[in-house]
């Protein structure tokens, strides 16, 4: 591409299958037309520097999604930035310690859509949020040591499984949500998963969830809440793995990416 950065986060555009969203060190945010190897520049940060009138620093985009409407969400260094590409316009969210409505303190590293439409925000030190669109506010969940509390600051990813449940893998565990009362069940190692920090989750056709960790794989069994363990002994690369590196190629192939390989 004649240019040199690392990327982040990869996002095939839903719109315009030509199209590969690629979020950056360095270089912001990039479009790439996957058929001429064309690269577009989006510099939000020299508009966040224009509306704040801060200096925005090295660029750095950890996260990315994008909606039914074509609106991209940009998980940053700064928090998040939504993107409305038919206009042109970026929207900025920073943390606001006075506005409990705002977003959780910390980089954006996660974001999930929700099949109910719902975008969840998840932070490297403050928790994890759900973002009304129409309202343009946070309802936050902070970490907690209270009963029912989320454990884990860190939140690296979101899932959805085949019945509708939210989890969140952290780290300190999984955790199953509660959405309509707002509160979670903690699995820790002290139930038997492998690790603490669980970057990614899947789930296969059994309906089993299988969680990459910095100890290997846990396949985890919902119903009767029990862990089976796999670590490079059982024949993996490695037993570290890596935030967001995970995806499905089908109920029956499920890839984690870690410091060893695939």
């Known amino acids: 591409l004649g240019v040199t950065f690392i990327p982040y986060a990869i996002l095939p555009d839903r719109f315009n299958p030509d199209f590969l969203w690629i979020g950056t060190e360095g270089q912001g945010l990039i479009r790439l037309n996957k058929r001429t190897l064309k690269r577009e520049m989006f510099p939000f940060f020299e508009s966040f520097a224009l509306e704040s009138g801060e200096a925005p620093g090295w660029p750095r985009v950890f996260s990315l999604k994008q909606d039914g409407e074509g609106w991209l969400y940009i998980g940053t260094n700064l928090g998040l930035t939504v993107y409305n590409p038919n206009e042109g316009h970026y929207f900025f969210y ?5 506005n409990p409505r705002s977003i959780p303190q910390g980089r ?12 969840w925000v998840g932070t490297d030190i403050g928790g994890l949020a759900f973002f009304d669109k129409a309202t343009k506010e946070f309802t936050g969940f902070r970490p907690s040591t209270e009963p029912g509390g989320l454990l884990g600051h860190r939140v690296n990813c979101f899932f959805e499984d085949r019945r ?10 999984l955790h199953f949500m509660y959405v309509s009362e707002g509160r979670f069940r903690a699995f820790l190692e002290s139930d038997g998963l492998a690790n603490n920090m669980v970057y990614g989750v899947l789930e296969d056709r059994y309906g089993h969830l299988w969680l990459s960790t910095n100890k290997g794989l846990s396949r985890f069994n919902p119903r009767l809440a029990s862990f089976l363990n796999f670590d490079a002994d059982d024949g993996l690369p490695g037993n570290e793995f890596n935030t967001a590196s995970f995806s499905s190629i089908d109920p029956g192939r499920l890839l984690f990416g870690g410091v060893n390989g695939l």
């Open 94 to 98: 920073r943390n606001d310690p006075d």
């Open 108 to 119: 954006v590293i996660s974001l999930y859509n929700a099949l109910n439409g719902r975008l």
């Open 164 to 173: 509708g449940n939210l989890w969140v893998g952290t780290n300190m565990g």
